[in-house]
């Protein structure tokens, strides 16, 4: 899975991924249990950056690498769609999409799982949440991360 943010990779690719000259991953098969999120890193700084680039946008460096991310995080805000979806999306009605802070500092567009059917109604602001890992062909079909309330 590779969404600008994020990329499952064995062991074999990570060679590669560290090649600045491949900053664009190519994806690899993956199935739900496998999946780990890796974010794009200043060596430098430390600083996460939001798309594998050449250079740090925080201090230039081209000292950059992959740090493996906990998957928890902090929901700030979240939508539930009933009616009205982007061309592309209706027969996903109804669902939620919310923004997701993860404490190595990226912040994530994603899908939230409901509570029951078609429920999201315990969510809130400020709710700690986790990755839910999903079915590989959903991930084909609709390739964003899936989280869920923690606890």
């Not at 201090?59 to 061309?87: I, M, T, Y």
């Not at 059917?117 to 079909?141: G, L, M």
Request: charged letters at 20%; proline letters at 7%.
């Amino acid at each position: 899975l590779f969404s600008g943010l994020a990329h499952r990779v064995s062991t074999d690719d990570f060679a590669a991924l560290l090649n600045p000259a491949n900053a664009l991953p190519r994806a690899v098969e993956a199935r739900p249990e496998d999946i780990c999120w890796l974010f794009y890193t200043s060596g430098t700084t430390g600083k996460p950056n939001m798309w594998p680039r050449y250079a740090c946008p925080h201090c230039q460096s081209d000292n950059l690498g992959w740090v493996k991310s906990g998957g928890k995080g902090v929901l700030h805000s979240f939508c539930v769609l009933r009616q009205g979806a982007p061309e592309g999306f209706e027969g996903d009605l109804p669902y939620a999409i919310g923004v997701v802070k993860l404490p190595e500092g990226v912040q994530l567009l994603v899908r939230l799982e409901p509570t029951g059917a078609d429920d999201w109604s315990a969510y809130q602001c400020d709710d700690a949440v986790e990755f839910v890992a999903v079915d590989a062909s959903e991930i084909e079909r609709r390739p964003c991360a899936t989280f869920r309330r923690a606890g």
